[in-house]
T-cell receptor, first 114, second 110 residues
Framework: ETGVTQTPRHLVMGMTNKKSLKCEQH?????MYWYKQSAKKPLELMFV???????ENNSVPSRFSPECPNSSHLFLHLHTLQPEDSALYLC?????????????FGEGSWLTVV | SQQGEEDPQALSIQEGENATMNCSYK?????LQWYRQNSGRGLVHLIL?????REKHSGRLRVTLDTSKKSSSLLITASRAADTASYFC??????????FGAGTQVVVTP
């Protein structure tokens, strides 16, 4: 247990569906992240939130919409995805944007777009 | 891109042997971190080495950092089957912002 919980662990959705990934951290951290992990590619940082404010959006398509209602919860809303969006989506948290920032990851949500 | 690049991409060794993997990066960093990922799971932080440090140890792990060559190495000594995983370096290039490499897949056979 890393203190970061993601649900669902597996999700299959059609290209016209709307679904959401949920993440909750029990570590008292101030920063939360969404990463995308595709086969044979480096982890891609998607979004960063510090104290509920979005501080980074790495040119992520608008079909991915993050929401951070408080420092403990983070959502990724998915809408009209493409098959190439199929990947492992990892949520993470940390104390914040400071030197020596160690990131704690959840177990990930496997997304398959059909 | 600032991301680290691990080498080799894959490594297969027997239990008891040492495993060494390298990471190269492109621009200056605040620190460099190594993470481990078991198949299909989240990443777990292993060790952090700051830009003014040259070597760090944690149990069977030894990390070196050469900022002049912009490279780092992770050594796992006396490997065990349970060390089978992917290992990633992550460079902290801007106050907590990490860029990850594609990882080294390590397989340790009994």
């Amino acid at each position: 247990e890393t203190g970061v919980t993601q649900t669902p662990r597996h999700l299959v959705m059609g290209m016209t569906n709307k679904k959401s990934l949920k993440c909750e951290q029990h570590l008292g951290h101030n920063a939360m992240y969404w990463y995308k992990q595709s086969a044979k590619k480096p982890l891609e940082l998607m979004f960063v939130y510090n104290f509920k404010e979005q501080t980074e959006n790495n040119s992520v398509p608008s079909r991915f919409s993050p929401e951070c209602p408080n420092s403990s919860h983070l959502f990724l809303h998915l809408h009209t995805l493409q098959p190439e969006d199929s990947a492992l989506y990892l949520c993470a948290s940390s104390q914040g944007a400071t030197d020596g920032n160690t990131i704690y990851f959840g177990e990930g949500s496997w997304l398959t777009v059909v | 891109s600032q991301q680290g690049e691990e080498d080799p991409q894959a490594l297969s060794i027997q239990e008891g042997e040492n495993a060494t993997m390298n990471c190269s990066y492109k621009t200056s960093i605040n620190n460099l971190q190594w993470y481990r990922q078991n198949s299909g799971r989240g990443l777990v932080h292993l060790i952090l080495i700051r830009s003014n440090e040259r070597e760090k140890h944690s149990g069977r792990l030894r990390v070196t950092l050469d900022t002049s060559k912009k490279s780092s190495s992770l050594l796992i000594t006396a490997s065990r089957a349970a060390d089978t995983a992917s290992y990633f370096c992550a460079t902290d290039y801007s106050w907590g912002k990490l860029q990850f490499g594609a990882g080294t897949q390590v397989v340790v056979t009994p």
